[in-house]
């Protein structure tokens, strides 16, 4: 099956614009290098900002199968990695009572691929046909003790597995971590990716995401929008919104037949962009969004 192969950066910002997402020449050149070096992509920086969003239009773009590992505190390989089928092992087992069978073989037979359930990290390695894209989404909610884990894989593309030993991916997949920097990332980890931190976009950029996710806007709402988004970011908010809280607001607005943020807008809406009480009494008595 043919891939998908670029010969500079800027051919990866012009497909990207066939899937109306925005890129920069920086996050370009990640994404170019990531497909011809076959190396981890860690993107940080701070949630909402598209890094998941990466993830999923890259196997639009490759046309290749998205695994999504989304990681949490307590994460272990048994869902991660593999687990085995304990329940049909022991239907096995009972089944085989009274061949003649050594130990040794009994063994071998429960213990093979017929038994073996796979989670997203074995998924991505046994790929039969073509790479994945295998996003490892926030990381940084997972502990050390599983991050350690992951150096085998990000390092060769291989899984060790005491009962059968070495899986090796046959087609490697497209790594693409994700960590919202609630804590620091080993620098083993670190030293086996290449590295990209994504920002809120400024005012021009976060303007043309929203216009190509929500091509009906109209202009002077889209403005307005986007223009209050970023005063809410110069602001202590407990949840400062990202770009898909933009889009969230925008799309609000439209589907309430607003053209415009008024005041009445401002104040039915926020909780399409605003998170908590807290936040939208903050934002409030600062009177940001005031329209005249």
């Not at 950066?9 to 920086?26: F, G, K």
């Not at 497209?174 to 670190?190: C, F, G, M, W």
């Not at 216009?211 to 970011?233: C, N, T």
């Amino acid at each position: 099956m043919a891939v998908q192969t670029f010969k500079h950066p800027d051919e990866i910002v012009r497909a990207l614009e066939q899937y109306s997402y925005v890129t920069d020449d920086e996050l370009a050149t990640a994404l170019f290098l990531l497909l011809t070096l076959q190396k981890p992509l860690l993107l940080e920086g701070p949630p909402g900002v598209g890094k998941t969003e990466t993830a999923l239009v890259l196997s639009r773009l490759l046309d290749t199968e998205l695994i999504r590992l989304q990681c949490y505190e307590g994460l272990d390989v048994n869902a991660a990695v593999y687990e085995w089928n304990y329940q049909k092992q022991l239907l096995s087992i009972k089944m085989q009572e009274g061949n003649n069978l050594s130990l040794a073989e009994k063994e071998k037979h429960i213990f093979s691929h017929d038994y073996l359930l796979h989670r997203p990290l074995l998924q991505s390695i046994m790929a039969e046909w073509k790479a994945p894209v295998l996003l490892i989404d926030e990381l940084d909610r997972s502990d050390e003790e599983f991050e350690a884990y992951l150096l085998e894989l990000l390092s060769a593309f291989q899984i060790s597995i005491p009962e059968m030993g070495t899986l090796k991916a046959t087609h490697k997949p497209y790594v693409i971590l994700t960590s919202n920097r609630t804590r620091e990332l080993s620098d083993a980890l670190k030293r086996r990716c290449l590295y990209h931190w994504i920002d809120y976009p400024e005012l021009s950029k976060e303007m043309d995401i929203v216009k190509r996710r929500l091509p009906g806007i109209e202009s002077q709402l889209l403005e307005q929008v986007v223009a209050v988004v970023q005063k809410f970011r110069t602001l202590k908010l407990s949840k400062t919104p990202g770009v898909s809280e933009t889009i969230d607001w925008a799309e609000s607005l439209m589907a309430l037949g607003y053209r415009e943020v008024s005041a009445a807008a401002f104040e039915q809406t926020l909780g399409s962009i605003l998170k908590s009480a807290e936040d939208i009494r903050y934002v409030k008595s600062e009177g940001v969004g005031t329209f005249s």
